[in-house]
């Protein structure tokens, strides 16, 4: 029997009042060398994943527009972030990390103002459940209060001088430049921050694109941004981004280069860049991570971890598990208990308490899975589960589908949603070679209770790899870890400190240790007169 998928989704009169939205959100302005810009040219409408019941039947729901702006606003903005540097020489970049952390930390009480607006674009924008919504928002401000603290740590590190060798010297970080800025749907406002909030507090100035699926949810944000910081420092670009980005980076003003995306993208904007070797990139690209279920593992942990790795915002992460290796004496059991496990998650609309599947954002991703798991059936593979694949507009029932070969799309293409390949396996070394052939290098989820086999996998993986998770599913956090990879799924790296370290580089001034200079650097501390040779402590 097929579900009816259909009924999970509402007709408009019957959505609870307290998620909808009160008006639709028509943004017809952008910041940019700090004025709000009004904007009376072409628009981009849009739909929410989440559809209403009609009497033409599902539609998806209009909830705003935002503008499509062109080459000349982009250049405009791009001009404004370069003057906001002025070589270095800005109000911003020049200013004491204490005076930067205070305009953070003044935006942060802003943004946390709109929490409700911010939340509730999140979940129509994006599908995401409320519930997550809610945490997606409250961990972005503790990412940026634990971002504070961090640079605290780093700049009082640096509030000394060193002595060596007869040369005395302070060394501390400073910005890089220009920083353009696009993060990805599937976390719009906390994978955005994490880059932007520590490019930021750095000293740079920014180039803020926001992503296609999402943009909606940063529009409330945008006068915070414009009364925290120095005019210039913050700038919103919007429109396609083939359209405008090419010009940016061939304008060859452009420092650094953040990006969380496909690697695809990433080679196509740094090939424009002219002077290359001074572009710094930090991007978190393509992933593909596995699982290998050795047959030492517990199932019933193996099985509850892959349903969350797999499945979490309907695989929509670059961390979730997008192929799962079984030992193959395991596979048919492994099978049915996954199976019964997706069974009992609850599918439907993000505002429903407990909702674990919803609808997917990007119009053509139920025609790509679907087309992904015909594929795989062409090569003897099949669907696994109940009611696997199956299709109500903007809403997709998780695939589990076995077995897969190197022969299909789900072998080695990031499905990037709620379909589960499972590849049976009979030598450690199949899983072990999948991870060294492949594209991707992001992480590997192992799982077994044998001591002597977990040991044999981790020397060769975590040189594929950028982190090896041992019986639990792959993920980003705790934001202290380094968060990387290898291959074609990063640049650079990020964690709370990291980050602060990516977007800035150490400079130092130093002199011969001499009683004329012993003077000098002394008067020029004692009258604070640098803001950057200075031993003040920032408690």
Excluded at 19 to 28: A, G, I, K, S, Y
Excluded at 97 to 106: G, K, L, Q, Y
Excluded at 476 to 502: H, I
Aim: hydrophobic share 40%.
């Amino acid at each position: 029997m097929s579900l009816n998928l259909e009924g999970i989704f509402y007709e408009e009169n019957n959505i609870p009042a307290e998620f909808t939205l009160d008006e639709q959100v028509d943004q017809r302005e952008f910041l940019s060398n700090g004025e709000m810009i009004s904007w009376t040219g072409q628009v981009n409408e849009v739909f929410s994943p989440i559809c209403v019941k009609t009497k033409d039947g599902l539609k998806r729901k209009r909830i705003g527009s935002f503008p499509v702006c062109t080459e000349k606003e982009s250049m405009e903005a791009l001009e404004a972030a370069v003057k906001a540097y002025d070589n270095g020489r800005g109000e911003w970049p020049t200013m004491s990390v204490a005076d930067r952390i205070t305009c953070v930390e003044n935006f942060t009480q802003k943004m946390i103002a709109k929490k409700d607006i911010v939340v509730k674009l999140i979940m129509w924008e994006i599908g995401k459940s409320y519930a997550d919504s809610v945490k997606e928002f409250d961990r972005t401000v503790e990412y940026i209060y634990a971002t504070i603290d961090a640079l605290k740590d780093i700049d009082r590190d640096s509030s000394r001088f060193q002595i060596e060798q007869g040369i005395v010297a302070q060394i501390r970080r400073s910005p890089l430049g220009v920083v353009l800025c696009m993060g990805p749907f599937n976390y719009p406002l906390n994978e955005t921050f994490t880059t932007l909030i520590p490019a930021l507090i750095m000293g740079n100035t920014m180039l803020f694109k926001p992503p296609k699926h999402g943009t909606l949810l940063h529009y409330p944000l945008l006068e915070a941004f414009r009364t925290s910081f120095p005019k210039g420092v913050v700038n919103t670009i919007y429109g396609r981004g083939n359209k405008i980005v090419p010009s940016l980076m061939q304008s060859g003003k452009i420092n650094v280069l953040t990006l969380i995306g496909s690697s695809r993208v990433a080679d196509e904007l740094k090939k424009l860049h002219p002077k290359v070797n001074r572009l710094r990139a930090i991007l978190g690209l393509d992933a593909k991570n596995a699982a290998i279920i050795t047959k030492d593992a517990d199932l019933n942990l193996a099985v509850s971890e892959t349903v969350l790795g797999s499945l979490s915002f309907n695989g929509q992460r670059c961390t979730a598990l997008k192929i799962i290796y079984v030992h193959r004496s395991l596979a048919q059991e492994f099978l049915k208990r996954l199976s019964a496990e997706v069974a009992k998650l609850k599918y439907g609309m993000p505002w429903e308490k407990g909702v674990s599947l919803t609808p997917l954002p990007e119009v053509n991703k139920p025609a790509y899975l679907t087309e992904c798991i015909e594929d795989a059936k062409a090569y003897g593979a099949k669907v696994i589960n109940e009611h696997g694949g199956q299709v109500a507009e903007s809403f997709f029932y998780p695939a589990i589908v076995y077995p897969v070969n190197s022969q299909m799309k789900l072998y080695r293409e990031e499905q990037f949603g709620p379909v589960i390949p499972v590849v049976p396996f009979d030598d450690l070394e199949e899983p072990i070679e999948y991870l060294i052939g492949s594209s991707h290098g992001q992480q590997v989820s192992i799982f077994s209770n044998n001591a002597a086999v977990v040991s044999s996998l981790i020397d060769p993986l975590v040189n594929q790899v950028s982190r090896v998770n041992i019986n639990c599913q792959c993920q980003r956090g705790p934001d202290t870890f380094p968060f990387t990879g290898r291959k074609d799924s990063a640049e650079g790296t990020l964690s709370v400190v990291d980050a602060l370290r990516s977007f800035s580089i150490r400079s130092l001034v130093a002199t011969k240790f001499t009683e004329e200079n012993k003077k000098l650097l002394n008067d020029i501390v004692s009258e604070n007169e640098s803001n950057f040779l200075s031993t003040k402590y920032i408690f």
